[in-house]
């Protein structure tokens, strides 16, 4: 395990003070670690005086056209693909733009397919092509088997959480089961090029991946469950980024495993965040913008699975004494997670708990101890962890 592609709050540790004033430190603003999508290069080539010889077709000779390509278009390259080819011909007049599309469109929804990277169009007046690219990892590899231990890894995963009872914990055991086996791919997101760091199989085979590949890995997972899943891009704190949304029990939200990726602070971890956790699009939002190119976005209106809401930690106001309950509760734990539903209610809680102290106050503290925070600014959250003597 594991550090996160987000922006995330290492935790600040704070011991009882011998003096009643607290030194809190902010919370960094860097910019998250993400990883571009992979840019898709595409060429239309053009006839030159070096290719073979072509029958002219007459004017009064209709070019031969297919109305409505896409399903055609998209099983042929499917086919082709799942067969480990990489070069897709069409004897039909189709556009550039329609290959384009479809290509897309199937890479989408097909991350099993992790090997292709970019691709290459070439059209004619009746005809077309489509090759495309492997990534270097994949070069010279035998395809099939890297395809049958990812196939492999995935079915194990799928085998334990069809143990949950109920979707929601289904989503909640393979999000948990990602971050807690995956290792954020600093390097990878760095370089400039597509690998195996933006793929299911880097994710689930490496344990190695980019928000890309997290994603990817989720929405194979989610597939083979019989969830509705996939992808969508966007930019995030000003980089390419992707997640997933995921529908259960009919109701769509939004899920961003890499951005709940925790982060490693002097070789300890510091547990499973659930900051993204199935949210509704204004929660969403308010980190990040989506591409325009996305196959489907849906509509996310509901926060009733939301984590938080779930697990009765969604306040809609601050209260000392719900606080100090609620650390009393949890005393064995040493840890309770928080969202505030609203920016002033989060800012009070701030403001009371850590500028002013009130922290300190608690009955876990009466004897003195430690407590450690994080907390995020845009999606109202809070995390406590303590130790009392």
Known sequence: MLSGCAEK???ISEFMPEVAETEITAIPTEIPIVQELPIDVT??????????????????????????????????????????ETKVSFDVAVSQEELEKTYRKLNWEH???????????????????????VIDSCKGANLPAMYAEMEQKCDEITAQAQGC??????????????????????????????????????????????????????????????????VCSGVAKYESHAWNYVCIDGVYYWIDVTWDDPVREGGELKGTSHIYFLLDDEMMFRTRTLDEDNIFVPQCNSIQNNYY????????????????????????????????????????????????????????????????????????TIWLKFSPN
């Open 9 to 11: 709050i290492p935790f």
């Open 43 to 84: 060429e239309e080539i053009l006839l030159t005086e070096t290719e073979p010889e072509t029958e002219t077709i007459p004017e009064t000779e209709a070019v031969t056209e297919v109305s409505g390509t896409g399903d055609f278009l998209y099983d042929t390259m499917y086919s082709a693909f799942s067969q480990y």
């Open 111 to 133: 991350p099993e397919l992790f090997w292709l990277d970019g691709y290459v169009v070439t059209t004619w007046s009746n005809s077309a092509e489509l090759e495309c690219r």
């Open 165 to 230: 009872p109920t979707d929601y914990e289904k989503v909640l055991f393979v999000h948990d089961y990602l971050v807690e086996h995956t290792e954020y791919d600093t390097a990878g997101a760095r370089s400039d090029k597509h690998d195996l760091w933006n793929t299911a199989y880097g994710c689930l085979i490496r344990g190695n991946a980019v928000c890309q590949g997290y994603a990817e890995a989720f929405q194979m997972i989610m597939e083979k469950l019989g969830i509705p899943c996939g």
């Open 309 to 380: 809401v779930r697990n009765g930690n969604y306040l809609t106001e601050y209260s000392f004494d719900e606080i100090n309950r609620r650390m009393s509760e949890n005393m064995d734990t040493g840890s309770i997670e928080l969202m505030y539903s609203d920016r002033a209610s989060f800012q009070t809680a701030v403001q009371k708990l850590f500028n002013e102290g009130e922290v300190w106050k608690t009955s876990a503290f009466a004897m003195g101890g430690s407590v450690q925070y994080s907390y995020d600014d845009d999606m109202y």
